[in-house]
């Protein structure tokens, strides 16, 4: 059983910079594209960022490119997102998510963990 276990959420002010942590087990890592999620309150489910399994392809909601980076450590079974240049638009709560690269793009994980909150100050 896949278990996704996010960490590094916390309060942040507007312009600042937060990197989560997700640690993956169950099953190889290396099997599963990676993705993170966000949901805020009132709104549905959003795609941020995917990886895939060598970590070498990478892509971003519009809304985060340019100032969030996702990466993969295959050796570690873990996956981080950096947060720059964060606004207060970007609070919600982040999850984890494994799957296939086409499907965690629109959304779409076989698996996802608790999440993590983060918020951003003004």
């Known amino acids: 059983q896949v278990q996704l276990v996010e960490s590094g959420g916390g309060l942040v002010q507007a312009g600042g910079s937060l990197t989560l942590s997700c640690a993956f087990s169950g099953r190889p890592f290396s099997y599963y594209d990676m993705a993170w999620f966000r949901q805020a309150p009132g709104k549905e489910r959003e795609f941020v960022a995917t990886?895939?399994?060598?970590?070498?392809?990478?892509d971003y909601a519009d809304s985060v490119k340019g100032r969030f980076t996702i990466s993969r450590d295959n050796s570690q079974n873990m996956v981080y997102l950096q947060m720059n240049s964060l606004k207060p638009e970007d609070t919600a709560v982040y999850y984890c998510?494994?799957?296939?690269?086409?499907?965690?793009?629109?959304?779409?994980?076989?698996?996802r963990g608790q999440g993590t909150q983060v918020t951003v100050s003004s």
């Open positions: 998510a494994a799957g296939t690269y086409r499907t965690l793009r629109i959304g779409i994980s076989n698996y």
């Open positions: 990886v895939n399994r060598s970590g070498g392809t990478t």
